[in-house]
């Protein structure tokens, strides 16, 4: 139990190292390329194995929208609104696309825990709140892209997986360098084949997204 309770508090001393800002800009930084990503996946979906699960990405999509509405209210301020997505992050509407989200969502959890970090350490328990239920939100769209894997004949093991969701990127700079390794880029080309896409703002005025209950933090 002592191992536990250590572990616990050297990941929570190395988040208290990130400031507020630095972590609000990133999370809404990345929230807007969730829109941006899971939209241009729905575009993608006709004829392809992603189809099936278009009303789970329509959901999907119009909250991450709110959690990036939210980010904002709170003080967040994009870094770029302009992301690089290669082509073999969305595989053809294949098992792959839904193995980059398990990824995406899994750091996603983390740099989250960044945010409950700093405001507990800052003593603001609505922004604690907020990232917590955002949290909560990224966690069931884990569970839900796992299933999906495994539906489309990648066995990677039950959804429910954990006892704890995961703390393992512990700053800012470690989430985005894992973000960046699926050839990700933040305003800038990389190395792997694919291409810019643009921010495309609230799904539900474009179509793409569907209504969601609980669109406000508590």
Known sequence: MSSIIDATKKAATEGDKQSLKEVLDFLVTEEALGVTFVSAAIERA???PSEAYLPVLRNAVTQEYHHVQALEDAGGKPLTRKYW????AFDNGGVGLFSTLE???TVEISLYLLGVTAYAEGREPFGARLCAEALGTEAVHRAL???AQNELGRDVGVPNDVGFENFDWQSVAKVRDALEGLGIGYGVETGQPGRFYDYPGDPLASG???PVSHITPA
């Open 46 to 48: 006709a004829g392809t």
């Open 85 to 88: 997505f290669p082509d073999a």
């Open 103 to 105: 990824i995406v969502e």
């Open 145 to 147: 892209v796992r299933q």
């Open 208 to 210: 793409i997204g569907t």
